[in-house]
């Protein structure tokens, strides 16, 4: 063997190591290729390797560009192309990705199973669209039946009914086609279908119980239907075939939270970040879990972290805003104010960037500039959604003509008699972190988050948004028998039961909107707990209109909008409290800040409940907090916020108009 070969050989054993470091070990693995480059500078296959160790350490842009450079100087090298498409999806920049993936495959058609790698890499980044198309290609490339390859085409164009149609055709003559099956899967999820789609997955997977695609699919339409219990089990299954998968335990992160288990969650964000440090939308959440359990100056840095990756991420802004007691430093409005200038930004990025920009604005008391981002940042969103204030009206006109006085006399000692459940309800922002905290200090009491099951039982009843005057809900709780009554009870019970973690007596459900359906928890629950928690209606609303929610309050992101939404509540209480006096005990936030232990004494009361020192000391409660106010409850109470409204009265009008005598009554609680 010549010196040359030698050398080459030496080289190829060190590629070789390298390549076999990459999973377990990406820094040593980039070390490797570093060393190589030392030997060889610019050899391609140490440059790739060197990308890729890169990508799995989080120095996405670091890969993009050598990948970048190395894609013009080796135009025919596929491997170099593949490992591009995964950076830029990591980036989170699906169309480059595709760009690249579709050269890689043009230079070696072998390769078409790597578009499932890509949609894996761009459902880690949270890019679904991306993913679902990704994912349409690697069908469409394997399927033989042309019906087949046209409806993962159409899916990938985003044509769900032409797919849906094509799909179901299809089926008729192969209904074991799993893969087939689970695109129709697809569909129904896409449509919002997703109890069509959870029984599509769970045939898929009696048929094919290896088919990792489908149950991964079958545990994401689980959680999103909240029951993550369920979905844990499906993600187990798949960890334990592949334990190292970064999807399946970003996955499982998200469940764990959704039940309570920070500890697991942390763990599991923890061990992602330890294989694919470079995803932005990871870090993100690892600080959201972060935040939840009090480790703010933790959350914060991983907040950064995210923005270093990726720059224009307007949920990562948004997220450092909804700290509330954080403060933007100098350069960060000129960060997201360049960030906003790129004509290629996303609506949610722009949206969470016009919010987390009213923030930091309205810190440095700039009103009207704060006032101009909240104001586009809410048309922005108000745009997504499908909120119909005529329908939240004709709901509560339902309510009260079903939840009469003689329907809770005729119901008297049916329903669970179990007293554990304490309901805060209301609009969000109105106080009722505050009351959770104090409550949960309580030795009796557990603090658990906002909990999706009364609005699932409502739904199981016939509760839809957007029904008209022939929705079954309300009126179908009157046909409810005492056994069903107690029945339902016992299952509410039995759904929250995950979220319970101390063996407290009782606990605690914070979702705001369960007050729509208080007469169903009258009626289930008789021996429940109700705190209304309310707070000055232009502080109350104008706080909402300044918060931009993940997900369930589609009526906050128009003034007028929310000012009649507040009146729907607001007379819908006075309703029960009618109907129902004593039942609902109120709580106003100005009255709770003016006197805290005297509220606090007669809050205890009501529960049936000792006073205990320690709810007055609620900040030294270092309990997970999964809300806006998260950071503001873990301070002494304070009463800065009772009056910041009144920074922004000029621009105010509309909400002063649809509040109306509300406003003026206000804190009169008889109806209006």
């Not at 690892?286 to 923005?307: D, N, P």
């Not at 991420?313 to 960060?335: I, M, Q």
């Not at 997201?336 to 016009?354: F, V």
Request: aromatic share 8%.
């Amino acid at each position: 063997m010549t010196d040359a070969d030698a050398a080459y050989a030496s080289i190829d054993a060190a590629l070789a190591r390298g390549a076999h470091l990459l999973r377990r070990d990406p820094a040593a693995a980039e070390e490797q290729a570093l060393e190589i480059l030392k030997a060889v500078p610019g050899h391609p296959q140490a440059l790739l390797l060197e990308a890729q160790a890169k990508r799995r350490l989080g120095a996405v842009s670091a890969a993009a560009t050598i990948l970048r450079k190395l894609a013009l100087e080796q135009p025919r090298a596929a491997a170099v192309f593949v490992e591009l498409a995964l950076v830029e999806a990591a980036g989170g920049a699906p169309v480059l990705a595709f760009n690249a993936m579709e050269r890689a495959i043009s230079l070696k058609p072998s390769l078409v199973n790597v578009w499932r790698a890509l949609g894996d890499a761009l459902s880690l980044a949270d890019e679904s669209d991306g993913a679902a198309e990704a994912y349409a290609r690697h069908v469409r490339a394997e399927a033989k039946d042309p019906r087949l390859i046209e409806a993962a085409a159409a899916l990938a164009r985003h044509q769900v009914p032409v797919a849906e149609r094509l799909l179901k055709d299809y089926l008729k003559s192969a209904p074991t086609d799993v893969a087939a099956i689970r695109m129709l899967a697809e569909v129904a999820a896409r449509l919002g279908r997703f109890e069509d789609s959870t029984t599509l997955l769970t045939r898929a997977l009696e048929l094919a119980p290896g088919f990792d695609a489908a149950r991964f699919n079958l545990a994401s339409v689980l959680l999103r239907r909240n029951r993550p219990a369920e979905a844990l089990a499906e993600i187990d299954r798949l960890l334990a075939a592949e334990s190292g998968n970064p999807g399946f335990l970003s996955l499982k992160a998200a469940a764990l939270g959704r039940i309570g288990d920070y500890a697991g969650a942390l763990a599991a964000y923890e061990q992602v970040l330890m294989r694919t440090a470079g995803q932005a939308k990871i870090w993100m959440s690892y600080g959201h879990v972060l935040k939840t359990v009090g480790r703010q100056e933790e959350s914060i840095a991983a907040y950064r972290r995210a923005l270093d990756l990726s720059q224009s991420l307007g949920e990562a802004w948004w997220s450092l805003a909804n700290l509330k007691t954080f403060r933007f430093e100098p350069g960060d409005v000129a960060a997201m104010t360049a960030a906003l200038a790129r004509s290629n930004l996303g609506n949610e990025d722009r949206y969470h960037l016009h919010f987390a920009l009213g923030k930091a604005l309205e810190d440095e008391a700039r009103y009207a500039e704060s006032f101009s981002h909240y104001a586009e940042g809410n048309r922005l969103r108000r745009g997504e959604l499908a909120y119909d204030p005529a329908e939240n009206r004709a709901a509560a006109a339902r309510a009260k003509a079903v939840y009469t006085e003689e329907f809770f006399a005729a119901r008297a000692g049916q329903g669970c008699p179990a007293e554990d459940p304490v309901f805060i309800v209301g609009l969000p922002r109105a106080g009722s972190t505050l009351i959770e905290q104090i409550l949960s200090s309580h030795s009796a009491v557990e603090g658990t988050m906002e909990l999706p099951d009364i609005i699932a039982i409502a739904r199981e009843l016939g509760f839809r948004k957007g029904k008209g005057a022939n929705a079954p809900y309300p009126a179908s709780v009157a046909a409810l028998s005492p056994d069903d009554l107690a029945r339902l009870g016992a299952e509410y019970l039995r759904r929250t039961r995950v979220q319970r973690k101390t063996g407290k007596p009782r606990f605690i459900d914070k979702m705001p909107n369960n007050f729509a359906h208080a007469g169903l928890i009258m009626a289930i629950l008789p021996n429940a707990k109700i705190i209304d928690a309310r707070r000055h209606p232009l502080a109350c609303c104008f706080s909402n209109f300044k918060q931009h929610f993940a997900r369930g309050q589609s009526f906050t992101y128009d003034l007028a909008e929310i000012g009649g939404y507040y009146r729907d509540y607001i007379g819908l209480m006075a309703h029960f409290d009618a109907v129902a006096p004593g039942r609902i005990h109120r709580v106003f936030y100005e009255r709770m800040v003016a006197d805290t232990e005297g509220e606090v004494r007669r809050l205890l009361a009501y529960c049936g409940l000792p006073f205990e020192e320690s709810c007055l000391r609620f900040y030294e409660n270092d309990r997970a907090v999964r809300t806006a106010s998260s950071e503001q409850v873990r301070r002494p109470i304070f009463s800065d916020g009772v009056d910041q409204w009144r920074n922004f009265a000029t621009w105010l009008g509309p909400l002063r108009a649809a509040l109306g005598d509300a406003l003026d009554k206000y804190p009169e609680t008889a109806s209006i």
